[in-house]
Nanobody
Framework: QVRLVESGGGLVQPGDSLSLSCAAS????????MGWFRQAPGKERERVASHTWTGGITYQADYIDSVKGRFTVSRDNAKNTVYLQMNSLKPEDTAVYYCNTVPVRNWVNWGQGTQVTVSS
């Protein structure tokens, strides 16, 4: 059974940093493109970062405009884990954050997500 477990969220002030982790089990994801998604209250889930597998052990990172320069996606294939480093957090970054494959596959269940709240 493929399982994704997100962690690392919390309550922080504007300008603070958080590091999210997504631990995968049940399958090796080194040759899959992965993404970080978020869903704010009353809004649809959006993909904020992609870590696209380009072959071998190389990947390309892409971000939506609103997080460029502040968020960094990476992975550790030995740990089958994807990370999202979030710096200079803003209140509009408040959401539940999830990871999943890109594109999302029907054999991968969404995890429970991790809540990120940015508030003064």
């Amino acid at each position: 059974q493929v399982r994704l477990v997100e962690s690392g969220g919390g309550l922080v002030q504007p300008g603070d940093s958080l590091s999210l982790s997504c631990a995968a089990s049940g399958r090796t994801f080194s040759s899959y493109s992965m993404g970080w998604f978020r869903q704010a209250p009353g809004k649809e889930r959006e993909r904020v970062a992609s870590h696209t597998w380009t072959g071998g052990i190389t990947y390309q990172a892409d971000y939506i405009d609103s997080v460029k320069g502040r968020f960094t996606v990476s992975r550790d294939n030995a740990k089958n884990t994807v990370y999202l480093q979030m710096n200079s957090l803003k209140p509009e970054d408040t959401a539940v954050y999830y990871c999943n494959t890109v594109p999302v596959r029907n054999w991968v269940n969404w995890g429970q997500g991790t809540q990120v709240t940015v508030s003064s």
